[in-house]
C-alpha cells in the first residue's frame, strides 16, 4: 500500500536566502547551501514556526507525496515541482493509496492558506532570473551615485542608489529585488545576513545598457545595512545577491492597466514599470494609475520626476498625512474619495493591482476596496482571490 503523506517545502523562486527560517526553526530541519534553502522531511514535524517569520512567503510551500523529496532533490530545484496525481477517495481503496487523516487536511489547509493566498506572476511577465548571485558568491558592484531624494531638513533621509556590475551579469526584471550584505559581523560573530532592496529601475538599467540598477532606500535609525547603504561613495564596491521574486512582475501587454498603490520606499517598483513602460510603449499603453502616500511632498521620493510623467500615461495621486493646515489623508482615503474611477478599475478584467510599502495600510486598503467593490455588485475577497489566482493582484509590504 502507497502511503501519501504530506512534506513542507520551499518555494526556491521565491526565497530571498536570508536564512530566517533556518535560525528560527526549533529542531534544525531546515538547512541550506549556496544554491537553496531546504527542509528535512526526517525531521520536520510541522510546528509552523517558521511560517510568520519568513518575509516572502517562500516557506509556506507544501506538498502530498508518496515518497518525501530528498535533500539532495531540494537543492537541484530552480521552482518547485507540481503537485503528485492522486486517485480520488472514492478510488483509493482500490489503488492502495491511504486517504489523508482529518488532522493533516486541516493543518495542509491551513498552510496553504497563508497570508491571504500565493501570488502568482501576470501570464504575459517575462520569465525571471532567481538567485544567480548567492551570499557565497555575491556579485561585484560598483557604486556610480548616491542622491538624497527628500528635502535635507526632511526628518526622512531617502537615497537614490546607483550600482553598476561592470562585468558581472545582473538580469534583473521591474519588480525583482536584491540583496546587500553589509561588512562586519553581528552580535554573535557571525556575518551580516543580506538585507532586501526592490530595484528601482527598469531591465535595461537606471541607465539603458550600462549593466546599472538603481535602489531606493530609507536609512532606518539603528539599521545596519540602510546606514550603510545611504554612506556609500562613488567608487565604494558592494556585495550583491539575487535577483529575487517571481510573482510581483509587471505584465508584457502594454494595454494592461495598472492601479499601483504605495508609500515611502515602496515606490521603487513603481518606479520600474513607469520606466518601463515610458521606455517601451510611451502614451500608447493601457494606462497606469498611482496612488502614492507620503507625510509630506518634501518626504515624497521622486515628487519632482513624477510630476514630469504625462498624466496620459500616469495618472497620479499624490496624497500627504502631516501637511499643515490641512486634514490627514491616506492612500485608503484617496481610494474612497476617488470610487467612480477604482471601481471601473476594478471591473476591468485587464487591470492589475500591486501594493507595497508599510504593512500598516494593508488594512485600510482592504477596508476600501471592500466598499467600492460592493458599489458595483461586487465582494471584494472574491474578486481579490480571482484577481491572485490570474496573476492580477501583487502585495509586498514590510
Known amino acids: 500500500m502507497t502511503v501519501a503523506s504530506k512534506q513542507h517545502l520551499i518555494d526556491p523562486e521565491i526565497c530571498i536566502r536570508c536564512y530566517t527560517c533556518e535560525m528560527t526553526c526549533p529542531i534544525g530541519a531546515i538547512e541550506h547551501d549556496d544554491n537553496n534553502v531546504v527542509v528535512n522531511a526526517d525531521i520536520c514535524n510541522f510546528c509552523m514556526d517558521c511560517i510568520p517569520v519568513c518575509p516572502t512567503g517562500s516557506i509556506d510551500e507544501w506538498r502530498v507525496v508518496s515518497t518525501p523529496y530528498s535533500l539532495e532533490d531540494q537543492y537541484e530545484w530552480t521552482e518547485l515541482p507540481a503537485q503528485e496525481d492522486f486517485p480520488s477517495s472514492a478510488n483509493e481503496s482500490e489503488t492502495g493509496i491511504e486517504a489523508l487523516d482529518p488532522e493533516m487536511a486541516a493543518l495542509l489547509a491551513e498552510a496553504h492558506k497563508g497570508a491571504g493566498g500565493k501570488a502568482v506572476a501576470p501570464a504575459s511577465a517575462a520569465k525571471p532570473v532567481i538567485n544567480l548571485h548567492t551570499i557565497g558568491k555575491p556579485a561585484k558592484a560598483t557604486v556610480q551615485g548616491n542622491y538624497r531624494l527628500t528635502a535635507q531638513?526632511?526628518?526622512?533621509?531617502?537615497?537614490?542608489?546607483?550600482?553598476?556590475?561592470?562585468?558581472?551579469?545582473?538580469?534583473?526584471?521591474?519588480?525583482?529585488?536584491?540583496?546587500?550584505?553589509?561588512?562586519?559581523?553581528?552580535?554573535?560573530?557571525?556575518?551580516?545576513?543580506?538585507?532586501?532592496?526592490?530595484?528601482?529601475?527598469?531591465?535595461?538599467?537606471?541607465?539603458?545598457?550600462?549593466?546599472?540598477?538603481?535602489?531606493?532606500v530609507k536609512r532606518e535609525d539603528g539599521g545596519v545595512c540602510s546606514n550603510y547603504v545611504c554612506d556609500l561613495k562613488s567608487g565604494d564596491t558592494v556585495d550583491v545577491t539575487g535577483p529575487f521574486g517571481a510573482t510581483f512582475l509587471l505584465p508584457e501587454?502594454?494595454?494592461?492597466?495598472?492601479?499601483?498603490?504605495?508609500?515611502?520606499?515602496?515606490?521603487?517598483?513603481?518606479?520600474?514599470?513607469?520606466?518601463?513602460?515610458?521606455?517601451?510603449?510611451?502614451?500608447?499603453?493601457?494606462?497606469?494609475?498611482?496612488?502614492?502616500?507620503?507625510?509630506?511632498?518634501?518626504?515624497?521620493?521622486?515628487?519632482?520626476?513624477?510630476?514630469?510623467?504625462?498624466?496620459?500615461?500616469?495618472?497620479?495621486?499624490?496624497?500627504?498625512?502631516?501637511?499643515?493646515?490641512?486634514?490627514k489623508e491616506y492612500v485608503q482615503d484617496r481610494l474612497l474619495s476617488e470610487q467612480e474611477d477604482v471601481a471601473e478599475l476594478l471591473s476591468d478584467p485587464n487591470c492589475y493591482i500591486y501594493i507595497c510599502g508599510l504593512r500598516g495600510m494593508e488594512e485600510g486598503i482592504e477596508r476600501s476596496f471592500t466598499s467600492i467593490a460592493e458599489s458595483i455588485g461586487l465582494q471584494w475577497t472574491t474578486l481579490r482571490d480571482a484577481m491572485r489566482e490570474e496573476g492580477r493582484y501583487h502585495v509586498e509590504t514590510y
Do not use: W
Not at 546607483?162 to 561588512?183: A, H, M, R, T, Y
Not at 518601463?276 to 518634501?298: C, H, I, N, P, Y
Not at 497620479?316 to 501637511?323: A, C, E, I, N
Open 253 to 327: 501587454d502594454p494595454q494592461a492597466r495598472l492601479l499601483m498603490i504605495c508609500t515611502g520606499t515602496g515606490s521603487a517598483p513603481m518606479r520600474a514599470f513607469t520606466m518601463r513602460r515610458q521606455r517601451t510603449v510611451g502614451e500608447k499603453s493601457g494606462g497606469m494609475t498611482l496612488f502614492f502616500g507620503a507625510r509630506s511632498s518634501d518626504t515624497l521620493p521622486y515628487f519632482g520626476p513624477l510630476n514630469k510623467v504625462p498624466e496620459k500615461l500616469l495618472k497620479k495621486h499624490m496624497v500627504f498625512s502631516r501637511v499643515p493646515g490641512q486634514a
Open 153 to 216: 531638513d526632511s526628518d526622512s533621509d531617502v537615497r537614490h542608489i546607483i550600482l553598476s556590475f561592470e562585468s558581472d551579469k545582473f538580469p534583473v526584471l521591474e519588480g525583482q529585488s536584491v540583496g546587500i550584505i553589509p561588512p562586519g559581523l553581528d552580535e554573535q560573530g557571525n556575518p551580516y545576513l543580506p538585507r532586501l532592496y526592490s530595484v528601482s529601475s527598469p531591465r535595461d538599467g537606471e541607465r539603458p545598457n550600462f549593466n546599472n540598477i538603481s535602489l531606493t
